[in-house]
């Protein structure tokens, strides 16, 4: 992975009823969904060059979060393109923030729940996996 910069992650929920799976190519991160009743799929495009890709490069969300399918938050991304199916599904570009400290500083409160996964990357590669969700390769 180190000589290509390519990598592609797939993850369900805990049950196995939802999935996304995560692409990235250099400063380009995709996010896509997978419907398997329906038969379609949506994804985002983001631009990750504002991205600290050592320690920042993390993705939080929930499951069946706010009557979506999924909600998904990244921090300091650009979005290139949105095509998810936004009644099913949510991608915010950026994480909840403090606002009780005079500089706001972003957190992951809300998203620590059974329900709730946190992965973290690093040069392209996993290095954590937290929450209710399952890694397929």
Same mark, same amino acid.
């Given at each position: 992975?180190?000589?290509?910069?390519?990598?592609?992650?797939?993850?369900?929920?805990? $049950?196995?009823?939802?999935c996304?799976?995560?692409?990235t190519k250099?400063? +380009?991160r995709? +996010?896509?969904?997978?419907?398997?009743? #329906?038969? &379609?799929?949506?994804?985002?495009?983001?631009?990750?060059? $504002?991205?600290?890709?050592?320690?920042?490069?993390?993705?939080?969300g929930?499951?069946n979060?706010?009557?979506?399918?999924?909600?998904?938050?990244?921090?300091?991304? %650009?979005?290139?393109?949105?095509?998810l199916?936004?009644?099913?599904?949510?991608?915010?570009d950026?994480?909840?923030?403090?606002? &009780?400290t005079?500089?706001?500083?972003?957190? #992951?409160?809300?998203?620590n729940?059974?329900n709730?996964? &946190? +992965?973290s990357?690093e040069?392209?590669? %996993?290095?954590?996996?937290?929450?209710?969700?399952?890694?397929?390769?």
């Amino acid at each position: 992975m180190s000589c290509s910069n390519d990598s592609s992650f797939i993850f369900t929920s805990s $049950n196995g009823a939802e999935c996304f799976t995560i692409k990235t190519k250099g400063n +380009i991160r995709v +996010i896509a969904s997978e419907d398997a009743k #329906t038969n &379609s799929n949506g994804y985002i495009k983001l631009d990750l060059s $504002n991205v600290d890709r050592t320690a920042g490069d993390q993705v939080i969300g929930c499951w069946n979060k706010n009557m979506k399918r999924w909600e998904i938050r990244m921090d300091h991304v %650009i979005i290139l393109e949105n095509k998810l199916d936004t009644t099913q599904y949510t991608f915010i570009d950026h994480f909840p923030y403090d606002e &009780s400290t005079f500089v706001k500083i972003p957190n #992951t409160k809300g998203f620590n729940d059974s329900n709730c996964f &946190s +992965i973290s990357f690093e040069y392209n590669e %996993i290095v954590r996996v937290r929450g209710d969700v399952r890694l397929l390769r």
